[in-house]
């Protein structure tokens, strides 16, 4: 599969260049091990290029155009990802090494972002305001300039689509710093924003390393909002940054999240959920379900029939389209693999194995259920970002509730149980910012507000609260007599 554009350039002000060094970077097939293509090595002078453009869109077209096209150039934007879906999907399951179903779904989903925030661009609405006599006054939304997006290399179609979506669409102009192990959709959407008539400077991508072009972006002084999904280590230094130069930052850092399964849960319901939501995209997700709580009663029946569907799945090369690819790097396996090395082989209570043929230098990771663990433990405590859940027992729901929210993050939450009432009352006290009430994921919900609490971060993300996180209030008091 070959880009229909040239993956080693940076896009900036509507144009394809070189980056200011002339460096690249490998791109590795996790599927394989092997270099497939090189990427700019992006640095400062190319973020300051990169805000310049934005800067000069803002003063240009795209500043004064209404919110009605901005949203119409993001609904053609929607109808050329669907387009270009298998090139999209091919591109990112060579690129990240995710099946290639599941980088379908998020082709789906980026077009779907584009979608919302193109429907949602003139909606958003300031308010008037009573008061005293003698005056009207009114707020404005307004876009906070240009915004600096730092994306993950895990769901990239679907971060950008949340967040270069909710941003687009509200007015502001864009520099997005993909992962570098990630880049290749990244710049795919910026053409395809270039073809649906976006200005040039509204969106601009420079790859590059998280500590030269990340850090740059992070810093730069006329980036006047920072949004940000990765890691706590990163987020707190992107939080400095931010910090530094007054800007507000959105934080998406991950967790740990539990699922509560009582013992009067549909557990045929429940298991493909239970599975999935640790499994998926190899574990490498924000809101993997990796903590799975159940009531002691129905312990070994949900770890017997956990071990079957475990032993079940398919791990195979990303393109083979199995239920499990390799992990996205050498990297991020060896960091699987030190959790791994914490357990002992009593506490392994599944493990599927590794078939015969996989490529020598892929990155493959057998999926496993870890149990027989105190709640403290590293391991559920600790995002691994692998394909790798515990299961621990809990007595009754205040024990359910002691344990769930007993990590330093707090990102989704879900409860399987028959009991309205229990439902209820546990969702209030749960810490996470989204809860699933014998469901988990909500199958994505473009429209559902997303973020976390402690560790996972702040802000939200999606849905309408988007808007509002990527606009700034404005309040006029005007004196009439
Ligand atoms: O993350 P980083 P990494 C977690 C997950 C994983 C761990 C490490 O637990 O094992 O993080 O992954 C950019 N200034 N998540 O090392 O470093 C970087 O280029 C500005 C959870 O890949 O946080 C990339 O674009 N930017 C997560 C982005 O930050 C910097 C998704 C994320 O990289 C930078 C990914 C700097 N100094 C990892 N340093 C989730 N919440 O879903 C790096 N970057």
Redesign the pocket.
């Given at each position: 599969m070959t880009p229909w554009f040239d993956p080693t350039l940076i896009f900036i002000g509507g144009a394809w260049r070189p980056c200011a060094s002339g460096e690249t970077l490998p791109v590795t097939d996790p599927s394989t091990g092997v270099e497939m293509a090189r990427i700019a090595r992006g640095g400062a002078l190319d973020i300051d290029d990169a805000v310049a453009a934005a800067e000069a869109a803002l003063a240009g077209d795209w500043g004064v155009m209404s919110a009605a096209e901005r949203g119409r150039i993001l609904l053609r934007l929607s109808h050329l990802v669907l387009n270009h879906a298998d090139q999209l999907a091919e591109m990112e399951a060579r690129d990240v090494g995710k099946p290639l179903k599941q980088a379908h779904n998020d082709v789906i989903a980026l077009a779907r972002y584009c979608e919302f925030y193109g429907g949602a661009a003139d909606k958003l609405t300031g308010e008037t305001i009573p008061f005293n006599a003698g005056f009207t006054v009114y707020t404005l939304r307004e876009p906070h300039g240009v915004t600096g997006h730092?994306?993950?290399?895990?769901?990239p179609m679907q971060?950008i689509g949340r967040s270069i979506g909710a941003a687009l669409a509200t007015g502001n102009a864009c520099v997005l710093?993909?992962?570098?192990?990630a880049c290749l959709t990244a710049l795919a959407f910026a053409d395809l924003a270039h073809q649906a008539g976006l200005p040039a400077g509204a969106l601009n991508v420079v790859p590059?390393?998280?500590?030269e072009?990340?850090?740059a972006?992070?810093a730069h002084p006329a980036v006047r909002h920072l949004s940000?999904?990765?890691?706590?280590?990163?987020?707190r230094?992107?939080q400095i940054?931010a910090a530094e130069n007054i800007v507000p930052v959105t934080l998406?850092?991950?967790?740990k999240s539990p699922q509560l399964v009582f013992a009067d849960a549909d557990l045929d319901k429940a298991l493909p959920f239970l599975v999935n939501g640790g499994i998926q995209n190899a574990g490498?997700?924000?809101s993997a379900g990796s903590r799975i709580l159940v009531q002691r009663e129905i312990h070994d029946t949900l770890a017997a029939r956990m071990a079957e569907a475990i032993g079940a799945l398919r791990i195979a090369p990303a393109m083979d389209d199995a239920d499990i690819g390799p992990l996205v790097s050498a990297?991020?396996k060896g960091?699987v693999e030190r959790f791994l090395a914490q357990a002992s082989p009593d506490q392994i209570l599944a493990q599927a194995p590794l078939p015969d043929g996989l490529p020598e230098g892929g990155n493959y990771i057998p999926p496993t259920l870890i149990g027989h663990i105190p709640p403290d433990h590293a391991l559920a405590q600790d995002?691994?970002?692998g394909p790798v859940q515990v299961l621990i027992p809990f007595e009754d729901e205040e024990d359910a509730i002691r344990i769930a929210n007993g990590t330093k993050y707090g990102l989704v939450a879900s409860i399987w149980s028959a009991d309205g009432g229990r439902q209820m009352r546990l969702a209030k006290r749960l810490h996470a910012g989204q809860v699933f009430l014998n469901n988990y994921g909500a199958a994505g919900g473009v429209e559902l507000p997303f973020g976390g609490v402690g560790h996972s971060?702040h802000g939200r993300e999606k849905g309408f609260e988007a808007l509002y996180a990527f606009t700034t209030l404005k309040t006029v008091a005007a004196h009439h007599g």
């Open positions: 730092i994306i993950p290399w895990n769901y971060i710093k993909p992962a570098e192990e590059g390393l998280g500590a072009a990340g850090a972006l992070t940000f999904t990765g890691s706590v280590a990163t987020g230094r992107v940054a998406e850092l991950g967790g490498q997700t924000c990297r991020q960091i995002e691994i970002f971060g």
